[in-house]
């Protein structure tokens, strides 16, 4: 099983909808999680941290689930610039220190 | 403020070359990273920096990867012998913090083909 596994997509979906994907990580003792985003040919760029009440950031919504270890991103009133791949973020501790590592990312596509 | 940067941005390489690829973080950031990406497929973890310390190096694929970062600021990723395997875009990313609940920043990177 790999460390951290996202759905690729593509989700395509009408501007104005919402949408929601999963990540799921395997290591339990996993402490920090992100979604990151990604235009095409761009770096990724930090979209939200996630905590572990939950956090919400606009028309964004992270969730964070410990027990099924997976965390989600609810994406509300979807506008055409969201159009991105979502990279899930997890750290996976090792000895003393952790590793940060990145999901394959969900390709995102809004339609007019 | 100057975010990361990286240099060349885009690199063609015969196979068998020797190639450098530069990082300049962001100013006062403690730690620097080093990502491999595919096409199609999210970063890839190389190597960690703390400063001028290289504290982790176990996603680097051979022994014809180095990477370095002697002064704690400017860091290098040398390939050597490049094969047709290691075209993908590098992407170097510095945070401000050692911890891994930092926020990363990511320059552009930089796309090598290796012909």
């Known amino acids: 099983r790999k460390e951290v596994e996202q759905d690729p997509g593509p989700f395509n979906v009408p501007e104005g909808a919402t949408v929601a994907f999963n990540c799921t990580y395997s290591n339990s003792a996993s402490q920090s999680f992100f979604w990151y985003r990604q235009d095409c040919r761009k770096e990724p760029k930090l979209l939200m941290s996630v905590y572990s009440s939950g956090n919400e950031d606009g028309r964004f919504t992270a969730q964070l689930n410990r027990a099924s270890q997976y965390i989600s991103l609810l994406i509300r009133d979807s506008k055409l610039s969201d159009s991105a791949t979502y990279l899930c973020v997890v750290n996976i501790p090792y000895s003393s220190a952790s590793k940060i590592i990145f999901g394959s990312g969900t390709r995102l596509s809004i339609r007019p | 403020g100057a975010g990361v940067s990286q240099s060349p941005r885009y690199k063609v390489a015969k196979r068998g070359q020797d190639v450098a690829l530069r990082c300049d973080p962001i100013?006062?950031?403690?730690?620097l990273f080093w990502y491999q990406q595919a096409l199609g497929q999210g970063p890839e973890f190389l190597t960690y920096?703390?400063?001028?310390?290289?504290?982790?190096k176990s996603g680097l694929p051979s022994d014809r990867f180095f990477a370095e970062r002697p002064e704690g600021s400017v860091s290098t990723l040398k390939i050597q012998r490049t094969q047709q395997e290691d075209s993908a875009v590098y992407l170097c990313?510095?945070?401000?913090?050692?911890?891994?609940?930092?926020?990363?920043?990511f320059g552009p990177g930089t796309r090598l083909t290796v012909t």
């Open positions: 100013s006062g950031h403690v730690s």
């Open positions: 920096f703390q400063n001028e310390a290289q504290l982790d």
């Open positions: 990313a510095s945070s401000l913090g050692t911890g891994s609940s930092y926020e990363q920043y």
